[in-house]
Antibody, heavy 119, light 109 residues
Framework: EVQLVESGGGLVQPGGSLRLSCVGTGFTFSSHEMNWVRQAPGKGLEWVAYISSRAETIYYADSVKGRFTISRDNAKNSLTLQMNSLRAEDTAVYYC????????????WGQGTLVKVSS | QSALTQEASVSGTVGQRVTLSCTGHGNNIGTYAVVWFQQISHGVPKTVIFGNSLASGIPDRFSGSKSGTTASLTISALQPEDEADYYCSTWDYSLSAWVFGGGTKVTVL
């Protein structure tokens, strides 16, 4: 069974930093692209960042470019999102997501971790 | 403003056929497969359709299609448990971004 478990969310002040982690089990982690997708309270889904299976290709949403860094450690089946210079508008549930579904592969979601940016 | 456009809401009675649409452009839907997600009461999104395939565990009353730059999700016989928000998504090569629609709220009357 595919499982994605996020951790690292919490309350942080504006301008602060937070590091989210995700561990994937039940599949060959190193063979799959990974993403972070977030959902602000009462809002829709917003893609944040993408990393290819071997970390050769990385993309970011314009809203987080220059502030967030996505990385992965295939030896540990883990995905990380380093978030710096956090703003109130970054408040959201952050999901670790396997694949984008465009290559005939199903998309799997973690349970999400809440990040709240507030003073 | 989302790169993909969805109806804000759709409603129907039990057993009714409903269709949700997702309109994009040549650089996204016109090029890549579309994925549909179901989110019940702001819980964890669940994959319903990816490309032409029904996700595991999803009833076969759900189906997806695409024509040009518009994708559709059809529920052939609406059930009370189908009440949820539905999001379409795909890759956009011009933006180098995974884009989502704004979501359609399906209400069962």
């Amino acid at each position: 069974e595919v499982q994605l478990v996020e951790s690292g969310g919490g309350l942080v002040q504006p301008g602060g930093s937070l590091r989210l982690s995700c561990v994937g089990t039940g599949f060959t982690f190193s063979s799959h692209e990974m993403n972070w997708v977030r959902q602000a309270p009462g809002k829709g889904l917003e893609w944040v960042a993408y990393i290819s299976s071997r970390a050769e290709t990385i993309y970011y949403a314009d809203s987080v470019k220059g502030r967030f860094t996505i990385s992965r450690d295939n030896a540990k089946n883990s995905l990380t999102l380093q978030m710096n210079s956090l703003r109130a508008e970054d408040t959201a549930v952050y999901y670790c997501v396997r694949d984008r579904g465009i290559a005939a592969r199903p998309v799997y979601w973690g349970q999400g971790t809440l990040v709240k940016v507030s003073s | 403003q989302s790169a993909l456009t969805q109806e804000a809401s759709v409603s129907g009675t039990v057993g009714q056929r409903v269709t949700l649409s997702c309109t994009g452009h040549g650089n996204n839907i016109g090029t890549y497969a579309v994925v549909w997600f179901q989110q019940i009461s702001h819980g964890v999104p669940k994959t319903v359709i990816f490309g032409n395939s029904l996700a595991s565990g999803i009833p076969d009353r759900f189906s997806g299609s695409k024509s040009g730059t518009t994708a559709s999700l059809t529920i052939s016989a609406l059930q009370p448990e189908d009440e949820a928000d539905y999001y379409c998504s795909t890759w956009d090569y011009s933006l180098s971004a995974w884009v989502f629609g704004g979501g359609t709220k399906v209400t069962v009357l």
